[in-house]
């Protein structure tokens, strides 16, 4: 049974001429829908495009300046999260909010049951429970420590501890960003027995393809505004992103891989007592004109990796060539100016410095070129003739009227540091998660950098979470699990299935150069 | 009720933010000033005439501003970088050392040159009290508010065992006080029968200096990406330990001139009461001043002030002078209030 069947015309949520402004910013301006029982609605927009704003609004954590919000024909109250959840509206955020050091039962009773009654209920509760994750397939040990489970699991929980509260209506932020593709098929399967029993789910998205494997109607944001409602059925691809970006995309498209002389070799790497996940015995060749990606869970070592691959942090054996010159024991400010481009996962917390100006930012990693100081003097005028050609150069926008970055949107701060790093004619790109969290517009002009510098003959290393993106641009591609890199494939010779198993530690080879 | 942060902070009201700071903590006081019986208008015209009124009210404000403005560009620096440096006293007692050991004429230079030179021996002497501070924090993660402050306490013993001690001036007539610096490295008076000494004209200029390092050179912009975000500074290749080592002989340094000033200007000769608690007193300067180099001098002038109009004050409207620590604390609380209040607005829903 498909979830469209069971679609019902009585709306469970009607949003009705719903507005409200941050200052200068309209971020949401007179958005009228409604929701059915039993429908699966996926929200699209770019970032900024108010869909955040809106939910926060249903959830009550803001009020709206002006429209009304009716939850089954009555009134929502505006402003109030625990009205919100006793009506029957849970929302699942993109980080979850669990006790790490408690049980799943523990979590799930939080908040709901009075903490000094939890001895009386929780064999209730563990019932309740049990028969929720067997009946919507969400399978969790009740009595597992949240720090022991996976990404998955813990996603689950947090579905299970909105459906304890009986909620009638489900947000979920961008609930596949973490998962597998086996997982993502198992959320979906669950989700589609939640609205076969008449729920209604609400699923914020970046991700065409899976919008429309999931959702029975696309409500398209653009700057506050509805750019759109869309029937699946009756929709394509194309007609979404148009409506999302409100332009055409252009399509991305993959030069051929001209594979150079090797730029980065890792020969038998190893990273112990790394602030994250540990790495054993990575083996990498970077060559010119070549991108290599790496798919993965996170936390499976892909930013000790990048750490190491940004001369961050040092190996504890093994060694680093870097045009065949050993780079192992390297400070960051050797492996810049040996021409290696690093793009942050972390792009507000490493990849700026929030509080200074955009110039400033644009020059972080070579300010002390001759261009821009003289005699230990910062020239002023050099670097903001510097910084107005890049901004026009990399379409950073906002920058006029930005004081500092951090006021910046979350894709123009990425533009800003592919800015700084790309206009350096790189040799390496190390790109980590460049386009998490961007809308598709950005994404892909990130990707066209990328692709652009690939064709300039740059060795480009990137880990992403988004499997779409490694094989629309990688030439090879690596796994990693648990701290371990797979050998290499060719994009060509993979497919999906595949390398979501590898990503649970299935079928996974490794190669021993020493062998 | 919940605070919303506002976009874009004009110029002008981060301007006016120390001012409105200000108004709040004196009309906060006036309530203590009423609960001692006091006109209020009378008390607070008799507290500004004792700071500002007159020429002698004037350079004893000035006179007092001047250590204050050292000490606060010491911790508006240090802050700035995230080196929490509480050590101002201590640092300012070590510059006052350097130069009663070295200008009570073991060196003797002519006095274009004797006053630099005093001001370079104390400049290293702070510099490097704080540089201990510094390195154990860098190299060995000890928090340097408590060793900073600590130290404080080690440096002053010190003195008091110097004093009553090795340094004490036979001709002192038993009172715990080091010889005189020597006439070539005093710093002279600037306006005739009064205490003001050029030791002024050297904090203004580097409060100037400090400003322009921070603002328009290298060093400056390593300091401020380092305060601002380490973690991007540390990637983005600064060498952030060397930053913050520069940091520390800056501050350290700045902190100790204001120990030349007190010893080789306003008194002459170390005691263990020259300070009564500059250090200290300039990390509300500094916070007062938003950290800004150039507010550090406007901010000092008015806790001088405070502190020598209050003693007028209490002399003319009998209540006590304690008034003066009451309203430069309050004015540092509602400074801080009023500076999360520029930055955010309260929202009722």
């Given at each position: 049974m498909t979830p469209r069947e069971n679609?019902?015309?009585?709306?469970?949520l009607e949003i009705r001429s719903v507005s409200k402004r941050f200052g200068n910013l309209q971020a949401n301006k007179d958005l009228t829908f409604s929701l059915a029982g039993g429908e699966v609605l996926a929200l699209l927009g770019e970032n900024g495009a108010g869909k955040t704003t809106l939910m926060n609004i249903l959830f009550g954590h803001y009020v709206a300046d002006s429209g009304d919000i009716f939850f089954e024909g009555k009134p929502l109250p505006q402003g109030s999260p625990s009205a919100s959840l006793g009506l029957g509206i849970g929302m699942v955020h993109q980080h979850f909010t669990l006790?790490?050091?408690?049980?799943v039962l523990e979590n799930v009773l939080l908040g709901t049951e009075s903490l000094f009654a939890l001895s009386q209920k929780s064999a209730e509760a563990r019932e309740k429970l049990t028969a929720l994750s067997a009946r919507f397939g969400l399978q969790v040990n009740p009595d597992r420590l949240i720090s022991d489970l996976s990404v998955g699991e813990r996603q689950r929980v947090e579905i299970l501890k909105a459906l304890y509260r009986d909620v009638r209506v489900l947000i979920l932020d961008e609930p596949t960003a973490v998962l597998t593709p086996q997982e993502s098929v198992q959320l979906f399967s669950a989700l589609r027995n939640m609205v076969s029993e008449g729920m209604s789910i609400i699923f914020i998205s970046h991700k065409l393809a899976e919008t429309f494997e999931i959702a029975n109607r696309v409500v398209v944001l653009r700057r506050g505004e509805i750019a759109g409602v869309f029937d699946t059925q009756a929709t394509s691809e194309q007609e979404l992103a148009h409506a999302m970006v409100g332009r055409a995309l252009p399509k991305v498209d993959r030069p051929p891989a001209a594979a150079g002389g090797v730029v980065m070799a890792l020969q038998g790497v190893s990273v112990r007592q790394a602030e994250e996940t540990n790495l054993y015995d990575i083996n990498l060749t970077l060559r010119a004109g070549e991108v290599v990606g790496i798919a993965g869970v996170s936390g499976n070592g892909q930013r000790t990796l990048t750490s190491l691959l940004g001369g961050d942090i040092t190996a504890s054996a093994g060694e680093l060539i870097f045009d065949g010159t050993p780079v192992t024991n390297a400070s960051p400010r050797r492996f810049i100016d040996a021409g290696v481009a690093r793009i942050p996962e972390d792009r507000n917390d490493v990849g700026i410095v929030g509080e200074m100006s955009i110039p400033e930012n644009l020059i972080i990693?070579?300010?002390?070129d001759s261009a821009f100081q003289r005699a230990g003097w910062m020239q002023g005028q050099n670097i903001e003739e510097y910084s107005q050609e890049l901004c026009g150069v990399f379409d950073i926008r906002g920058a006029d009227e930005a004081?500092?970055?951090?006021?910046?949107?979350g894709g123009n701060i990425q533009k800003l540091i592919l800015a700084r790093v790309l206009s350096k004619q790189p040799r390496l790109i190390i790109a980590s998660q460049p386009t998490r969290g961007l809308d598709v517009g950005a994404q892909s002009q990130v990707h066209q950098r990328l692709l652009d510098a690939k064709r300039a003959g740059a060795a480009v290393f990137l880990v992403s979470e988004d499997l779409e993106e490694l094989f629309t641009l990688c030439d090879r591609l690596h796994v990693m699990f648990e701290g371990r890199l797979s050998l290499s494939m060719p994009i060509e010779e993979v497919d999906i299935e595949h390398i979501g198993l590898m990503m649970t530690g299935k079928n996974f080879e490794t190669h021993n150069y020493a062998a | 009720m919940r605070l919303e942060r506002r976009q874009g902070v004009s110029l002008g009201m981060r301007l006016a933010l120390p001012a409105i700071a200000i108004g709040v903590a004196l009309a906060i006081c006036s309530l203590f000033l009423l609960w001692a019986g006091a006109n209020v208008g009378q008390a607070y015209f008799s507290l500004a005439k004792g700071a500002f009124g007159s020429r002698f009210a004037l350079t004893e404000t000035l006179t007092r501003a001047t250590p204050l403005i050292f000490t606060g560009l010491a911790a508006a620096v240090a802050f700035r970088a995230k080196l929490w440096n509480i050590g101002g006293e201590g640092q300012l007692y070590v510059g006052a050392m350097a130069i009663t050991f070295f200008g009570t004429g073991l060196i003797t230079l002519p006095p274009a040159l004797m006053v630099p030179f005093l001001f370079l021996v104390a400049v290293l002497g702070g510099g490097l009290l704080l540089l201990v501070s510094t390195v154990l924090k860098t190299w060995l993660r000890v928090d340097e508010v408590v060793t900073t402050l600590l130290l404080n306490f080690v440096v002053l013993l010190l003195v008091d065992y110097l004093l009553f001690g090795p340094w004490k001036d036979p001709m002192a007539l038993g009172w715990p006080q080091a010889a005189r610096i020597v006439e070539e490295g005093r710093l002279s008076s600037i306006v005739p029968r009064s205490r003001l000494h050029t030791g002024l004209l050297f904090a203004l200029g580097s409060a100037v200096v400090v400003w322009l390092l921070m603002r328009f050179t290298r060093w400056g912009f390593e300091i401020r990406a380092v305060g601002h975000n380490m973690k991007a500074a540390q990637f983005s290749g600064i060498p952030v330990k060397w930053a913050v080592i520069r940091t520390a002989i800056l501050s350290g340094g700045l902190a100790a001139c204001a120990g030349v000033t007190e010893v080789a200007g306003t008194k002459g000769y170390l005691t263990v009461d020259i300070s009564p608690g500059f250090g200290y007193t300039g990390i509300a300067v500094a916070m007062l001043a938003g950290l800004n180099p150039l507010g550090v001098i406007a901010a000092a002038v008015f806790f001088a002030g405070i502190y020598n109009g209050a003693d007028s004050m209490s002399r003319a409207m009998n209540v006590s002078n304690y008034i003066a620590d009451v309203i430069t604390a309050t004015a540092l609380l509602s400074m801080l209030v009023c500076s999360l209040l520029v930055h955010y607005r309260l929202r009722r829903d």
């Open positions: 679609a019902t015309a009585l709306p469970v006790g790490e050091n408690l049980t990693e070579n300010y002390r004081q500092q970055a951090k006021e910046l949107s | -």
